[in-house]
């Protein structure tokens, strides 16, 4: 069982934005950045949780912390 659930792109996206992260730009994918990392969202519902999990490895997070951040 995945750590991290399939989420929302949104749910996501809001849940960055807690941790410090800002919508960089918007198309077919979400691009935020929080002045040193980079991470891009799809635009699908839900994110599948290995993608999920991905994103939160690169935005710098550990799945706890994510998890609180929902």
């Known amino acids: 069982m995945?750590?991290?659930?399939?989420v929302a792109h949104l749910r996501a996206v809001k849940a960055l934005e807690k941790?410090?992260?800002r919508i960089a730009r918007q198309g077919?994918?979400?691009v935020m950045t929080?002045?040193?990392?980079i991470v891009t969202i799809p635009r699908h519902d839900p994110v599948d949780a290995?993608?999920?999990?991905?994103?939160?490895?690169d935005a710098g997070l550990t799945p706890q912390q994510?998890?609180?951040?929902?």
């Not at 929080?34 to 990392?37: A, E, L, N, P, Y």
């Not at 994510?66 to 929902?70: H, M, P, S």
């Open 2 to 6: 995945p750590k991290i659930p399939g």
């Open 19 to 21: 941790a410090g992260f």
């Open 28 to 30: 077919k994918h979400i």
């Open 34 to 37: 929080d002045g040193s990392r």
């Open 50 to 57: 290995v993608t999920m999990g991905g994103i939160v490895h």
């Open 66 to 70: 994510f998890r609180k951040l929902l």
